[in-house]
């Protein structure tokens, strides 16, 4: 620690060139460094400003901003206009999460009215019965019903039959018996 710092530094070089400095920084364009008292606010600390600079630059469209940046304003212009993004976005989920009430969120996930076992099931069988005598009308009417009709029973002989066959025999031998095959 630097016990004779006052106020907080940051510096940022832009590399022209990506670099790679180890396993987990491949093309790496930029190098941050903070500086700060030891003894500072807890907003002010240079923890809480490394991680504000992080979370600036883990969004990929801030940073090839910076990289197009051509001057130094340019770049300090683009670097406060991502923040006050940053910040704006912040506030508005704040708002959002501050305006939904408990009791808008229940009636979202659990609907309205009472609650009883199947509910959900019985409401979407009748948000579905007006398509259910189509579907099935779809499944035996048209020029290529016997290409699907083969096509599921081949499906369902190795995808079910199959495999139960195999393991009611494998139950049989590791039971002797005690689980039989059908």
């Known amino acids: 620690m630097l016990n004779t710092v006052q ?16 396993r987990t920084m491949q093309d790496l364009r930029f190098i941050i460094i903070v500086i700060a008292p030891s003894r500072a606010k807890g907003t002010k600390t240079a923890l809480e400003t490394t991680r504000t ?3 600036l630059f883990a969004d990929m469209d801030i940073r090839q901003r910076l990289v197009m940046a051509q001057s130094v304003d340019d770049f300090r212009t683009t670097l406060l206009e991502a923040a006050k993004e940053l910040a704006m976005e912040q506030n ?5 999460k501050a305006s939904i009430h408990l009791s808008q969120a229940k009636e979202q996930v659990f609907g309205n009215g009472p609650w009883f076992p199947g509910r959900g099931l019985l409401q ?3 948000r579905r ?7 099935y009308i779809d499944g035996i009417v048209g020029h290529k019903t016997i290409q699907k009709l083969f096509s599921s029973v081949i499906f369902l002989y190795f995808a079910c039959l199959l ?4 393991f009611g025999v494998l139950n049989d031998d590791n039971t002797n018996g005690g689980i039989s095959k059908l």
Do not use: C, M
Not at 92 to 96: D, I, T
Not at 129 to 135: A, F, M, P, Q, T
């Open 163 to 166: 495999p139960a066959i195999a």
């Open 129 to 135: 019965r007006k398509y259910y005598l189509s579907d």
């Open 92 to 96: 508005q989920w704040r708002e959002r």
């Open 7 to 22: 106020h907080r530094h940051v510096a940022i070089a832009r590399l022209s060139h990506p670099t790679n400095l180890g």
């Open 53 to 55: 600079f992080a979370t």
């Open 124 to 126: 979407d069988f009748r």
